[in-house]
């Protein structure tokens, strides 16, 4: 079983920055796809971004393309998430994710293990 923690939530105002990180352990974390999903209240788990577990391509949901940047540390068995020019629609409780299915990464389906999820709050 791959056990997952997130941490870097919190608050931030309109235009600010948060990192995220997802620390693995129980299992080989760089064999490992991950991802990062989001949900607002009332609202379904959306993704976010993803990173391969070999070549590390990374994969960004548009409506954050140019803000939010995806990264991984496979020696530290950490993933990031760094959130730039954030906006009050970012607000919501932020998952990171991993799966060894070789499948559509955009897709919650895709992944075996999930962690407790950060909330983070962006005010205008």
């Known amino acids: 079983q791959l056990h997952l923690v997130e941490s870097g939530g919190g608050w931030a105002q309109a235009g600010g920055s948060l990192r995220l990180s997802c620390a693995a352990s129980?299992?080989?974390?760089?064999?490992?796809?991950m991802g990062w999903f989001r949900q607002a209240p009332g609202e379904e788990r959306d993704f976010v971004a993803a990173?391969?577990?070999?070549?590390?391509?990374?994969y960004v949901a548009a409506s954050v393309k140019g803000r939010f940047a995806i990264s991984r540390d496979n020696a530290k068995n950490t993933m990031y998430l760094q959130m730039n020019s954030l906006e009050p629609e970012d607000t919501a409780v932020y998952y990171c994710?991993?799966?060894?299915?070789?499948?559509?990464?955009?897709?919650?389906?895709?992944?075996?293990?999930w962690g407790q999820g950060t909330r983070v709050t962006v005010s205008s």
């Open positions: 990173i391969t577990w070999s070549l590390g391509s990374t």
């Open positions: 129980g299992r080989t974390f760089r064999r490992y796809a």
């Open positions: 994710a991993a799966t060894s299915d070789p499948g559509d990464l955009t897709l919650r389906y895709t992944y075996e293990h």
